[in-house]
Nanobody, 114 residues
Framework: QVQLVESGGGLVQAGGSLRLSCAAS????????MGWYRQAPGKQRELVAT?????ITSYADSVKGRFTISRNNPKMYLQMNSLKFEDTAVYYC??????????WGKGTLVTVSS
């Protein structure tokens, strides 16, 4: 059973930084893609950033230049700089092999005060 556990969330002032971690119970290279998603209050879950097995990264336009996704087995990270109020959300770790093997963590709350 694959388990993903997020950590690193918290309360930070606008302009500050946080580093989220996602600890996987298996080798992260088992997954084709890993990513971070977030869900703000009253909104749908949205993609923040992904990293492929080969290390190719992609980002939502809203976080480009501010967030950096990385991986150091068995963890994945999201370095978040220049945080904005609108970055407030629950952040979820995702690990994907195929449509039948798609895993989620329980999330970690990031609150940015303006």
């Amino acid at each position: 059973q694959v388990q993903l556990v997020e950590s690193g969330g918290g309360l930070v002032q606008a302009g500050g930084s946080l580093r989220l971690s996602c600890a996987a119970s298996v080798n992260t290279f088992s997954f084709n893609v890993m990513g971070w998603y977030r869900q703000a209050p009253g909104k749908q879950r949205e993609l923040v950033a992904t990293i492929t097995r080969g290390g190719i990264t992609s980002y939502a336009d809203s976080v480009k230049g501010r967030f950096t996704i990385s991986r150091n087995n068995p963890k994945m990270y999201l370095q978040m700089n220049s945080l904005k109020f609108e970055d407030t959300a629950v952040y979820y770790c995702n690990a994907h092999i195929n449509n039948d093997m798609d895993y989620w963590g329980k999330g970690t709350l990031v609150t940015v005060s303006s």
